[in-house]
């Protein structure tokens, strides 16, 4: 008989800054793969809101500013 529950590794917690940074490689990641298109108002409410939600938790000021994806948007990101 197997005792699954004691042979678990413990959880890992993520810290909000740890999260933040993860959404920010996404944004990143994002950036590179759609570079020189533009975004429609659905896709830039979503970036906003992901940043704006990224700037609480991490008491950041990152903004963006246009609707398309550029190289200087992702080198913008990646340097947070």
């Given at each position: 008989?197997?005792?699954s529950g004691c042979n678990r ?16 490689r996404k944004l990143v990641k ?40 550029s190289e200087q948007l992702q ?6």
């Amino acid at each position: 008989m197997l005792n699954s529950g004691c042979n678990r590794a413990p959880k890992k917690i993520c810290s909000e800054l740890l999260i933040a940074i993860n959404r920010l490689r996404k944004l990143v990641k994002r950036c590179k793969r759609e570079k020189g298109t533009s975004r429609t108002k659905e896709e830039q409410r979503e970036v906003e809101q992901e940043v704006e939600r990224i700037n609480q938790k991490t008491e950041t000021s990152i903004v963006i500013a246009g609707t398309i994806w550029s190289e200087q948007l992702q080198e913008e990101l990646s340097r947070w």
